[in-house]
């Protein structure tokens, strides 16, 4: 189960898995792989690449600049993450549910298209196709989330849904403006719940990697959490797992999780927490 996160959640993500593969730990072999906004991402990408080699592409890229807190993934144009922190976190903080929350959001954002000029969509599925290996459904079963804008009903993509790989990771990662597929729209996943764990339900082992640590922005009580979700699937008789970030990660994060300079440091650090703690996990995994 991968989470969201942003540009350094998802070279974290890599790094982590690198890191336990380097350790001997390769968990590419899941049964089930469930993909998060940007844990949708890197879900497609070791469906594609391995592991090694996408952690060796992100230390060879050119070093980006530092940014300051600018549009993020699916943003309307020149909304800073704060500005989008913001305006959504008063949409959550006023809905009664998790249901009421995302047709909430799934409004903002319908309004939000309308006063664009519609070319976003085109530019996002390009930038979503080009850090893809391969563009094609995996055989291995890969869920990616999201949800529908229109409605607020959770949705879940499969190679069977008849929707390109491509798209599907577009929308799961659209958190602003939403993502056209046909007439539909589509929302982050991480709306529907956070890591969306409980998609996990009935398979023995479930790992998860949440680059947010586990942390919500809905109430507690909506059980929206990872701490809610693992509880679940122990209750179903699932063993669980987490991978959260530690004190290094963190502070390779910065303050920016959607800032591209921090995809080095970010994914050196999961590296080395994939080293750490490959051993512990070792009896579990395998």
């Keep these: 189960m991968l989470g969201g996160g942003g540009s350094a959640g998802n070279a974290w993500l890599i790094g982590v898995i690198a890191g336990l593969g380097e350790a001997g730990l390769d968990v590419t072999d899941a049964d089930l792989v469930v993909g998060t906004s940007a844990g949708a991402t890197a879900a497609a990408q070791i469906a594609g690449r391995t ?14 600049p530092r940014t300051g807190p600018t549009a993020g993934a699916g943003r309307a144009p020149h ?14 903080a006023a809905a009664a549910d998790p249901a009421d929350m995302r047709r909430r959001l799934g409004a903002a954002a319908l309004d939000l298209e309308a006063a664009s000029d519609g070319s976003a969509h085109v ?29 607020g009903e959770p949705v879940v993509f499969d190679r069977d849904r008849g929707v390109d790989l491509v798209d599907a ?55 929206m959490h990872l701490d809610a979700q693992a509880a ?49 996990l070792s009896g579990f995994w395998r």
């Design 123 to 151: 530019r996002w599925r390009a930038i979503v196709a080009s850090r893809l290996p391969d563009q094609e459904w995996p055989q291995r079963a890969l869920l990616v989330t999201a949800v529908d804008a229109r409605t």
């Design 232 to 280: 679940e699937l122990r209750a179903g008789g699932s063993r669980v797992e987490t991978i959260l970030p530690d004190g290094r990660s963190l502070d390779a994060f910065g303050g920016n999780l959607m800032d591209p300079s921090t995809r080095t440091p970010a994914a050196r650090a999961g590296r080395d927490q994939g080293l750490a703690v490959a051993e512990r």
């Design 169 to 223: 990771v577009a929308a799961s990662t659209s958190s602003g403006l939403p993502y056209r597929i046909g007439d539909e729209r589509y929302l982050d996943g991480g709306y529907r719940r956070n890591e969306n764990a409980d998609l996990a339900a009935g398979y023995g082992r479930v790992l998860v990697l949440s680059p947010l640590g586990g942390r919500t922005r809905t109430a507690l009580e909506w059980g």
């Design 51 to 64: 592991p090694a080699d996408l952690f060796a592409d992100i230390l060879a890229a050119p070093a980006a």
């Design 79 to 92: 909304a800073s993450v704060a500005e989008h922190l913001e305006r959504t976190g008063r949409i959550i």
